[in-house]
């Protein structure tokens, strides 16, 4: 049960990384948004809207790739601190 439930959480924090990038692709939900949140178009590349007209901008694909790095050790820390329960099959002597 714990690696289907890892499994859908990955799959999960994939998705939102996917579409934060620049790469999205994908038009699942009307234009008025996701939920009726404006700022969650259709489109994706969160990352890029929200750098536009800064400094920053010609960077989204750095920060982003930075961004997912961190995300995914964050996870991965927490998924560590979950203790497990030993399988039957486990002899620790």
Do not use: N
Not at 26 to 37: A, E, Q, V
Not at 38 to 47: D, F, K, N, Y
């Amino acid at each position: 049960m714990r690696r289907i439930v890892t499994m859908a959480l990955v799959a999960a924090l994939t998705a939102i990384l996917f579409y934060l990038s620049r790469f999205w692709f994908l038009s699942l939900w009307p234009r008025s948004g996701l939920f009726g949140i404006e700022t969650l178009r259709p489109q994706g590349g969160l990352i890029g809207r929200w750098l536009r007209g800064t400094d920053a901008a010609p960077f989204e694909l750095l920060i982003w790739a930075i961004a997912c790095f961190l995300m995914l050790t964050w996870a991965q820390k927490l998924y560590d601190r979950i203790p497990t329960k030993p399988d039957a099959g486990d002899s620790h002597d």
